[in-house]
């Protein structure tokens, strides 16, 4: 499976991103779907999943400012991101659990990431 992230950018605090992500390859299906975030010389971090019905969770940190949603029949992730702050300056990595043809089991997959900065 392939992940593919956009959309990432400079923005100004206070402003709007939109993060999309596409999913390919030979998927069964993708039970869960999300996204993480690595700011330099910090953790790996959980901002928001989804499932493929839809129930999802979010980092207490964006709570409220971002919403992760999916479409199951394109294999895409997307989250947009409101009210942006500095701290939210980071990579933001797409990834997916996935069963593909072929081969027994979920697996994780992950994006190459896509660079947030928020500054004026």
């Known amino acids: 499976v392939q992940l593919v992230e956009s959309g990432g950018g400079l923005v100004q605090p206070g402003g709007s991103l939109r993060l999309p992500c596409v999913a390919s390859?030979?998927?069964?299906?993708?039970?869960?779907m999300g996204w993480y975030r690595q700011a330099p010389g910090k953790e790996r971090e959980l901002v928001a999943t989804?499932?493929?019905?839809?129930?999802?969770n979010y980092a207490d940190s964006v709570k409220g400012r971002f919403t992760v949603s999916r479409d199951n029949a394109k294999n895409t992730v997307s989250l947009q991101m409101n009210s942006l702050k500095p701290e939210d300056t980071s990579k933001y990595f797409c990834?997916?659990?996935?069963?593909?043809?072929?081969?027994?089991?979920?697996?994780?997959?992950w994006g190459q990431g896509t660079q947030v900065t928020v500054s004026s």
């Open positions: 990834y997916s659990y996935a069963e593909v043809a072929g081969r027994v089991g979920l697996y994780v997959y």
């Open positions: 390859g030979t998927i069964v299906i993708l039970p869960s």
């Open positions: 989804i499932t493929s019905s839809g129930s999802t």
